[in-house]
């Protein structure tokens, strides 16, 4: 019966180790979500704004040259201002309309 419960004993107690570096893992995993989920609310505030600017782009801006192209965006980001929708202010259009997991 003694060999019994040692047996039970160690078994819990290797149970609980394993139980306590999963925590610790766990712990660090806690850290980068956190900034993740910062990151993600930052992506969602400015979400309507960086799709008007692509729509605004893709409607108007695309029979013209650089030059033209540059001064649209510029008055497409002052309306943004003007109505305080939030946006990103150096934003890539090829990353708003290119899929990175495709």
Known sequence: QKM???ADVELTQRKMSSANALIS?????????KVQIAQFQDVTRRLV????????????AGPFNQ???TELMRSFKSVLRDYEIPFTE?????KLLVDENT
């Not at 150096?90 to 090829?94: A, H």
């Open 67 to 69: 030059t033209l192209r």
């Open 90 to 94: 150096q934003l890539g259009l090829e």
């Open 49 to 60: 704004g960086d799709a008007g600017l692509g729509m605004a782009f893709l409607s108007y």
């Open 25 to 33: 893992g766990l712990s660090g995993e806690k850290e980068r979500w």
């Open 4 to 6: 019994m419960l040692e």
